[in-house]
């Protein structure tokens, strides 16, 4: 289980990290470049131009390590990590409409919000649907840390798991907006599932071959993305990335993980619905210099500190991983270990 795991991630940290060294010249060629919000820090106007898309790196690698590596477990009938697969890739594609139509119009409007939470709403349906179907969901949830299980009435847990699904994918493009973030937020996490199946046993071995990948996959891609970024993930890589990672927890029939796994992403949104709310009904006030947070950040916070995007990279990414092991210790002990 060990070699396994281990040789998912190497695979996939090569595969990505090498796409990059082609993908990113390609892009450049087709002139697939971000165009940058004006009402946006600054200096991320220097940003405009590079190329976009960057998701397909981490992408292609991971899809490559579920059909090589994870071969044996298909073979024996377990398909786990090809169905949290599936689930990040109608995602992904959602996202890459998205990218496509921006590069279109050659501004930073692409899907309109109603078309992309429709296209959401339709693919977090689908999503639970299959998952049903293949019996990887069930209606309980499962409370870390107390290491107990509550039965749901079915439609309810439905409801839940919708807006928990179209919630954690928008949570985490909208942290998508600084060098590294997105993908340095969401790698702890990764660990932490891999830390998971390895402690739980064989039967998660498929889990953990996929969060393995995943975290293979975006070290590879941090190469090429962080600060500076020679190339962006896009809402192709982060709708991806939301996927999978509430497509991993719902597999593992503990959504409420997502609490402390994502704790980056629900302050980001929660950030965002604030400065919206407090400006709304203030006619025209601000909580935050700009929403959401990692933003206000840069621009100096409440304290005057103005940010960087290597600061922003290591506050996020360790508070992240800090609360990855605040999770783990929390359900380490679920199947009696």
């Known amino acids: 289980m060990t070699i396994q795991l281990i040789t998912a991630f190497i695979i996939s940290f090569f595969i990505s990290a090498g796409t990059g060294v082609f993908l990113i010249p390609f892009l450049r060629k087709i002139k697939a470049g971000q165009t940058i919000r004006e009402d946006g820090p600054a200096w991320h106007i220097n940003k405009s131009g590079t190329p976009t898309m960057g998701g397909v790196m ?39 409409l998205d990218d496509y139509s921006k590069l279109k119009r050659k501004q930073n409007l692409g899907l309109t919000a109603k078309k992309k939470f429709l296209l959401q709403f339709i693919a977090a349906v689908l999503i639970i649907f299959m998952f049903r179907q293949f019996g990887c969901m069930t209606s309980a949830v499962y409370l870390p840390f107390i290491n107990k299980t509550i039965p749901i009435f079915e439609p309810i847990y439905f409801v839940f798991a919708l807006f928990v699904i179209v919630g954690t994918v ?9 060098d590294g973030l997105a ?83 629900i302050i980001e949104t ?62 380490f002990r679920r199947y009696g270990l």
């Open 270 to 331: 929660l950030s965002d619905i604030i400065q919206i709310t407090y400006f709304k009904i203030t006619s025209g006030k601000r909580v935050f210099k700009m929403a959401p947070l990692h933003h206000h950040l840069e621009l100096g916070g409440f304290s005057g500190k103005k940010w960087s995007e290597k600061q922003l990279f290591v506050l996020f990414t360790g508070i992240s991983s800090v609360f990855a092991i605040i999770a783990f210790a929390g359900v």
């Open 170 to 178: 928008n949570a985490v493009n909208i942290t998508d907006g600084a």
């Open 58 to 96: 981490f992408i292609v690698a991971v899809a490559a390590v579920c059909v090589t590596t994870g071969f044996q477990e298909m073979a024996s009938g377990v398909y786990k990590h090809i169905l949290i697969l599936a689930a990040a890739l109608i995602f992904g594609f959602i996202g890459f």
């Open 183 to 265: 993908a340095g937020s969401a790698l702890p996490g990764c660990i932490f599932y891999v830390a998971a199946a390895f402690a739980w046993g064989s039967d998660f071995l498929s889990v953990g071959i996929f969060s393995s990948a995943l975290a293979g996959g975006l070290m590879g891609f941090l190469i090429h993305n962080f600060y500076p970024a020679k190339i962006f993930m896009g809402d192709t890589g982060s709708l991806f990335l939301g996927g999978a990672i509430c497509a991993t927890a719902f597999v593992t029939d503990m959504p409420l993980i997502l609490i402390p796994l994502g704790i980056i992403f």
